[in-house]
């Protein structure tokens, strides 16, 4: 004859387990169709991937004729820290460079501060001569890689991958 108490206390879990089997298979499903959309969203996004611009509606972008040719870097795969493509196209570094003018800073601890040149891609300068600023990049809810460094003298660069290769904006 059957242990009763074990039997029973086997259909006692026997919902709790299902329910955990099911709950499972929910948050795999839900993690799959994010990541295909995160996958797919770039062709979607906007070009312009200054904070202002991906807030303001897109008649209130600017005009492309008439934007400086130096705050606009073409044809751009920024890449999230896991390698995968969160926005391809032209970027506009205008508002951020109208921002850095103004003084303003971005709540994220790395905006505004000394640029250390660690990597040794910008050219030698004394500690304290670079400054490196945030450029928002649509899709990533942090600080994302691209950055603005600019130098004691007014040069200015743009990194869209963090600090892996730099473009020279002033020129």
Do not use: C
């Amino acid at each position: 004859m059957p242990n009763r108490s074990s039997s029973q206390n086997f259909g006692r879990r026997d919902p709790w387990l299902r329910a955990v089997v099911v709950a499972v298979f929910v948050a795999l499903a839900a993690y799959s169709a994010w990541q295909r959309q995160r996958d797919s969203g770039p062709a979607a996004r906007p070009t312009n991937t200054s904070p202002e611009a991906t807030s303001a509606p897109a008649a209130a972008e600017p005009d492309p004729s008439q934007r400086s040719s130096s705050t606009v870097i073409a044809q751009q795969a920024i890449r999230d820290q896991d390698g995968h493509v969160v926005f391809r196209g032209d970027v506009d570094v205008g508002m951020t460079l109208q921002r850095i003018k103004r003084g303003e800073r971005l709540p994220f601890s790395h905006d505004g501060i000394v640029f250390q040149n660690r990597e040794r891609r910008l050219p030698q300068q004394p500690p304290g001569y670079y400054h490196e600023f945030v450029h928002r990049t649509p899709g990533i809810g942090g600080p994302g890689p691209q950055r603005v460094i600019v130098g004691r003298e007014g040069e200015t660069y743009y990194t869209p991958d963090h600090y892996r290769t730099f473009k020279r904006l002033d020129e």
